[in-house]
């Protein structure tokens, strides 16, 4: 769907993106993270056509962004990192504005902008003037407004910053359906565990390069491998010691208050088997689980 | 109202929302009229008491002032109203919005230069009734009303494409403004001036001194024709041929003879058409550089 090649862009003296290379396949719910200033929100503005690169090009379907703006525009449905909204207007009215320049008919507009709000859960709020929304529904209002071309591709730059729970969730669970329907989303945020439960894919930027990109669920399991086993216990006698140091996949074991945690290259079985083990020799264990992958982890390792 | 330009749509209904526009237009008239009122009151029925005489010419010079004060608007409000146009937008972070839809770049600065024109129209539209005292004793033809509207139009469209251009270019709407007064400034006042100074001191090298014939001799020679685009000559020619005030400035630009002679005579058509190919240049200016994609030569 999305295929960014060395992607260059320079503000003033100060370089925005480093020859960024990624792609994106269609209907992937793709995180792009990095740290403030890495490039997400320069990358994004370009894809959508409100930016040109330095250098490098983006295809999107195969054709260049620079060459068929206007085509691929009608395409793209795009929502910045803040929520502009006209005074005077109503909901119902700013919908069918931005319908109206995607040269949609009035008939056609109605009827979108009555299925996106039932969407969204904001049919009560139509007749309600844009600028006495609360943050949260302004918000809601400006994804409702990115979809109303009904697009193949929807770009998000923090959608979900400061609203509140209830709607985050709402956004997760629409996007994912959007993302089930056929559509390709690319979302940038901070909250890296909502992105790690909604995304099928990540890319990490950092200094205007990609550093990783993959699969999330791939992502995890591979970094959940590699994190140390924690074993907490109540009791844990000299011999299990004596036994946990003697064995060959163990490694490094950082001793805690009432747990102990190493790094285990075995299999579950040999972990199952280490566990007998150390119950045998008199060791009263409360738990033992090998620390879970976080994206958060993955994301402070790979940006430092 | 489906091929309507969606950004001039929408700029109007918000314009016809808005308390100011309702404030503007009564007090804009309530102005005109009073002033109408009092002038024809003093005019015909004051004087004709005084001194048991009427001057029914009088009413050309009514309608002159009453023109001079809707010009006098359009110059003021026009460079307002355009300046925040666009910088108005990027200001309140709707531009990119607009951009990343499929309108194009030449569709925001016609629909923002119709929407801003649109206010002056409505005011000059909504005090014809007033203008129509002009009527009650003649002189003035609805073909010169309408003449005159036109003038109107296309002038707001000038000094509108200058607005509109400094608010492409400006990031903020005080800049903007600061920018399009500025170049109002120097158009409307600055340059008569210049002309006039330079006019001045030719006269006094040639014969070594001046004069009040000399002074009052007004800018002659291929100078002159920079006086197409100061639209205060264009009204002068507009009144001069409706009313006949003003003729002097034209008369002095027809004494050179040849091609300003027929400048002269058609001053007010041919100013007007100077003044929309301006306009036209700057609005394509505008939408290139509104557009995200258009090559910068200055490239970092």
């Keep these: ?304 | 109202m489906r091929h309507i330009n969606p950004v001039y749509k929408r700029e109007l209904k918000q314009t016809a929302r808005m308390k100011k526009t309702l404030v503007m237009l009564l007090v804009y008239n309530l102005l005109l009229a009073c002033f109408g009122l009092l002038v024809f009151y003093l005019m015909f029925d004051r004087d004709g008491r005084i001194s048991n005489r009427v001057e029914y010419s009088g009413i050309l010079t009514l309608y002159t002032v009453m023109s001079i004060l809707e010009f006098g608007m359009v110059l003021l409000i026009v460079p307002a109203v355009t300046a925040g146009a666009v910088a108005g937008e990027r200001e309140k972070q709707t531009l990119d919005l607009l951009l990343s839809t499929k309108v194009s770049p030449l569709q925001i600065v016609i629909g923002k230069l119709a929407a801003s024109i649109s206010m002056v129209i409505l005011l000059a539209v909504s005090s014809l009734p007033v203008l129509a005292i002009v009527f009650s004793i003649g002189g003035i033809t609805l073909f010169d009303m309408a003449n005159f509207l036109i003038f109107i139009i296309v002038t707001a469209i000038y000094i509108g494409s200058f607005g509109i251009f400094f608010s492409v270019c400006c990031k903020r709407v005080t800049v903007a403004t600061v920018c399009s007064y500025s170049t109002m400034i120097v158009l409307v006042i600055l340059l008569p001036i210049l002309l006039y100074a330079v006019e001045f001191a030719e006269v006094f090298r040639k014969i070594g001194y001046t004069s009040f014939t000399a002074l009052s001799r007004c800018i002659s020679g291929k100078r002159a024709l920079l006086l197409l685009f100061n639209p205060p000559v264009s009204f002068i020619s507009v009144i001069k041929n409706q009313a006949g005030r003003g003729g002097n400035v034209m008369a002095s630009i027809g004494s050179e003879g040849g091609v300003f002679y027929f400048l002269s005579k058609h001053w007010d058509i041919v100013s007007l058409l100077c003044q929309l190919l301006v306009a036209i240049v700057l609005i394509g200016i505008s939408a290139h550089k509104l557009n995200p994609l258009a090559k910068s030569r200055k490239r970092a």
Excluded at chain 1, 82 to 87: A, E, K, S
Excluded at chain 1, 126 to 155: I, T, Y
Excluded at chain 1, 236 to 258: D, G, Q, T, W
Aim: proline letters at 3%.
């Design chain 1, 1 to 304: 769907m999305i295929k960014i090649r060395n992607l260059r862009k320079v503000y003033g003296d100060i370089p925005a993106l480093c020859g960024l290379t990624m792609e994106i396949g269609s209907c992937e719910l793709f995180g792009f993270v990095g740290p403030n200033g890495a490039g997400k929100t320069t990358t994004m503005k370009i894809i959508a056509g409100l930016l040109r690169a330095d250098s490098g090009e983006i295809l999107i379907d195969g054709e260049r962004v620079t060459v068929h703006a206007k085509k691929l525009k009608g395409e793209i449905g795009y929502v910045p990192d803040f929520f502009g909204v006209y005074d005077n207007l109503k909901v119902q009215e700013y919908m069918e504005f931005y319908a109206s320049l995607y040269g949609m008919s009035g008939r056609e507009t109605r009827k979108r902008t009555e299925e996106l709000l039932g969407m969204l859960n904001m049919t009560e709020w139509r007749e309600e003037m844009v600028d006495s929304l609360s943050r949260g529904m302004k918000q809601k209002l400006c994804v409702a407004r990115a979809l109303v071309n009904n697009p193949k591709l929807l770009v998000l730059d923090e959608p979900a910053s400061g609203m509140e729970p209830k709607y985050r969730r709402q956004l997760k669970e629409l996007l994912q359906q959007l993302c089930a329907e056929g559509k390709t989303i690319l979302i940038s945020s901070h909250n890296l565990q909502e992105l790690s439960e909604m995304c099928t894919n990540i890319g990490v930027i950092d200094k205007g390069r990609l550093l990783m990109q993959g699969n999330v669920q791939e992502i995890l399991q591979e970094q959940t491998i590699s994190n140390p086993y924690v074993l907490q216990y109540i009791r844990f006698p000299e011999e299990a010691m004596a036994l946990l140091k003697s064995h060959a996949l163990v490694k490094n074991i950082a001793i805690r208050e009432n747990s102990l945690s190493f790094p285990f290259t075995g299999t579950r079985e040999e972990a199952a088997a280490l566990l007998s083990g150390l119950v045998a020799a008199g060791a009263e264990i409360s738990s033992f689980f090998r620390e879970e992958g976080s994206l958060e982890k993955l994301f402070l390792e790979v940006t430092t």
